[in-house]
């Protein structure tokens, strides 16, 4: 449930449910920039909150131009700030605007689909086999940032991020681990507040 509205669907789930025969760029634009407020729960058991804080989250539409996967870093489409979102570029001074909902199923969200975009509170995110906080994980309470591969985030070793490069670390730093994880594990729990 929302804290303060009605969601305009179910979590997990996106507005057209990958039904392509349905979709347009403007299908339901209405929903665009939605803010709601999710159960702060985890997919394999959502019936079951983590703990009693929320999930902030807001409407988007994919404009990727394919499917978007849970957890995949996301920016805002050119000409679109609050609407529409790609896959976040790869790289410095890049910022990232959410990260895709956590709970959608394996087939991602297909394009010109809406779906709930996480910007605040944990998100399992996607990231990449790179750099490691210390030895070869990623260590709860450390920052992570944008990777260079698209969608995709990584850490660095210091958790004040300093062996990121200056120019870089303003714009592109996501959230701290949650839980300490391998980096080659492919996710993390991560606390994001984009704001």
């Known amino acids: 449930m929302s804290r303060y509205n009605k969601l305009p669907f179910q979590r997990g789930k996106t507005a057209y449910q990958n039904n392509s025969d349905d979709l347009t760029v403007t299908t339901l634009a209405h929903l665009e920039g939605q803010k709601v407020y999710l159960p ?11 703990n009693g804080t929320d999930v902030v989250a807001v409407v988007v539409r994919n404009v990727e131009g394919s499917a978007l996967a849970a957890g995949t870093a996301v920016q805002w489409k050119t000409g679109y700030h ?4 790609e896959a976040a570029d790869g790289g410095a001074e890049k910022a990232v605007a959410g990260f895709v909902d956590d709970h959608i199923g394996s087939g991602g969200v297909q394009n010109n689909d809406l779906f709930y975009m996480i910007v605040e509170g ?8 790179g750099t490691a906080h210390t030895g070869s994980n990623y260590v709860e309470g450390y920052r992570m940032f944008l990777s260079g591969t ?4 990584e850490g660095f070793a210091d958790a004040d991020g300093s062996l990121k490069t200056t120019a870089s670390a303003p714009f ?3 959230g701290r681990v949650l ?4 980096k ?12």
């Open 40 to 50: 702060n729960s985890a997919a394999a058991t959502p019936e079951t909150r983590r």
């Open 82 to 85: 609050g609407t529409r979102v």
């Open 184 to 195: 080659d594990a492919g996710t993390v729990l991560l606390d994001v507040k984009i704001t």
């Open 150 to 153: 698209s969608g995709k985030i």
């Open 122 to 129: 944990p998100v399992v995110a996607v990231t990449l086999d």
């Open 179 to 182: 839980t300490t994880v391998a």
């Open 172 to 174: 592109n730093s996501v």
